[in-house]
């Protein structure tokens, strides 16, 4: 305690007010004794002296309790969330300290979304390194085997072509995950535009005709065209990578079926299939970032239908999988309009 006084002493502030107060006890005591009686000089020493003591008490007894609340912040900034310093009664102080704990709370959950933030960064890593060992490795061996002078000619050309394919979903999965970043970022402007529903799903059918041709797949778009608002090319992104996903689960010689709808609060394009459906246990991770269900391919990867919602969604819009195992699967995008 007589370190605290020592201390709440060394303030300048209060030491100067200390030293006013008692200068105007003495004047007071003094002009009292001089002025009026021996007895009035005598009850102004009491009534000041009183007065001063008790402003000491009250400034002695918030000092300590500064001093309190600066060994709080110092085992906050140690990362100890664990106090509670909240009082129920009225004044400065304790608004300061609901402040405060307010601040802790802050302080506290952002720590644990750094911690997630933390664990899925390292997860994720992890996952892109596996994804890019796989390939790497198969391109190792093949570069090695090239290298063999009496290698036929129709192997050469075999493992040429397969290196080109490794390089190509090297390129693919690289280009993807930068997209992906910079969506996780939020870099991304989504522009608003006007874009005709059967435009956009013939923008991003484009690219996928030799693989529906070499499967023997067809793909069959119906309903009313209509004015979609949403950025086209990131839109157009969203559903090649729906679109890839039904093709890759259709056996040869189905059908990927696209049916737009319109209503007077969204818009909505359904993409199915009739291939072998999603597993039951699978269905809810679907959309996760790398995840792979026990029917996927074993060139899959596991990012395309997350980057598919992370656009949906950026965009306002949701998507949402429905599938039975044996009887296809259906993708319905909505994207809702804008009130006006």
Same mark, same amino acid.
């Given at each position: 305690?007589?370190?605290?006084?020592?201390?709440?002493?060394?303030?300048?502030?209060?030491?100067?007010?200390?030293?006013?107060?008692?200068?105007?006890?003495?004047?007071?005591?003094?002009?009292?004794?001089?002025?009026?009686?021996?007895?009035?000089?005598?009850?102004?020493?009491?009534?000041?002296?009183?007065?001063?003591?008790?402003?000491?008490?009250?400034?002695?007894?918030?000092?300590?309790?500064?001093? !309190?609340?600066?060994?709080?912040?110092? +085992?906050?900034?140690?990362?100890?969330?664990?106090?509670?310093?909240?009082?129920? !009664?009225?004044?400065?102080?304790?608004?300061?300290?609901?402040?405060?704990?307010?601040?802790?709370?802050?302080?506290?959950?952002?720590?644990?979304?750094? +911690?997630?933030?933390?664990?899925?960064?390292?997860?994720?890593?992890?996952?892109?390194?596996?994804?890019? +060992?796989?390939?790497?490795?198969?391109?190792?061996?093949?570069?090695?085997?090239?290298?063999?002078?009496?290698?036929?000619?129709?192997?050469?050309?075999?493992?040429?072509?397969?290196?080109?394919?490794?390089?190509? !979903?090297?390129?693919?999965?690289?280009?993807?995950?930068?997209?992906?970043?910079?969506?996780?970022?939020?870099?991304?402007?989504?522009?608003?535009?006007?874009?005709?529903?059967?435009?956009?799903?013939? +923008?991003?059918?484009?690219?996928?005709?030799?693989?529906?041709?070499?499967?023997?797949?067809?793909?069959?778009?119906?309903?009313?065209?209509?004015?979609?608002?949403?950025?086209?090319?990131?839109?157009?992104?969203?559903?090649?990578?729906?679109?890839?996903?039904?093709?890759?689960?259709?056996?040869?010689?189905?059908?990927?079926?696209?049916?737009?709808?319109?209503?007077?609060?969204?818009?909505?394009?359904?993409?199915?299939?009739?291939?072998?459906?999603?597993?039951?246990?699978?269905?809810?991770?679907?959309?996760?970032?790398?995840?792979?269900?026990?029917?996927?391919?074993?060139?899959?990867?596991?990012?395309?239908?997350?980057?598919?919602?992370?656009?949906?969604?950026?965009?306002?819009?949701?998507?949402?999988?429905?599938?039975?195992?044996?009887?296809?699967?259906?993708?319905?995008?909505?994207?809702?309009?804008?009130?006006?």
């Amino acid at each position: 305690m007589g370190f605290m006084v020592m201390r709440f002493f060394r303030n300048r502030e209060i030491k100067w007010l200390t030293l006013l107060l008692v200068a105007i006890s003495a004047g007071g005591t003094t002009a009292g004794f001089l002025m009026l009686s021996r007895e009035a000089g005598m009850l102004v020493l009491f009534v000041s002296g009183a007065l001063t003591l008790i402003f000491l008490a009250f400034t002695v007894a918030r000092y300590v309790e500064i001093s !309190r609340l600066a060994a709080y912040l110092r +085992k906050v900034s140690r990362r100890d969330y664990t106090l509670d310093i909240r009082d129920n !009664r009225e004044g400065e102080l304790s608004i300061l300290k609901s402040e405060i704990y307010k601040v802790t709370v802050m302080l506290s959950q952002q720590s644990e979304q750094l +911690k997630k933030d933390k664990l899925w960064l390292s997860d994720c890593l992890s996952d892109i390194s596996h994804q890019l +060992k796989t390939p790497l490795t198969s391109m190792f061996v093949m570069t090695d085997l090239l290298k063999d002078e009496n290698l036929p000619a129709d192997k050469r050309k075999e493992f040429s072509d397969k290196l080109n394919q490794q390089l190509e !979903r090297l390129q693919w999965l690289l280009t993807s995950l930068l997209k992906l970043s910079r969506l996780d970022s939020g870099t991304v402007t989504f522009r608003k535009e006007q874009i005709s529903a059967k435009k956009l799903v013939q +923008k991003s059918a484009e690219g996928l005709m030799i693989p529906l041709e070499l499967r023997d797949q067809t793909m069959r778009v119906s309903g009313p065209d209509m004015a979609l608002q949403c950025d086209s090319r990131w839109t157009s992104e969203a559903l090649v990578n729906i679109l890839k996903n039904c093709i890759e689960h259709t056996p040869n010689g189905g059908e990927i079926r696209i049916r737009l709808e319109d209503n007077p609060l969204f818009s909505s394009v359904t993409v199915s299939d009739n291939g072998e459906g999603i597993d039951r246990k699978d269905l809810p991770y679907i959309f996760n970032r790398f995840y792979k269900g026990r029917n996927a391919s074993p060139d899959s990867i596991g990012i395309g239908l997350n980057m598919a919602r992370t656009i949906i969604e950026a965009q306002g819009g949701s998507i949402e999988v429905q599938s039975r195992k044996g009887e296809g699967t259906r993708f319905l995008i909505r994207l809702y309009k804008a009130v006006v």
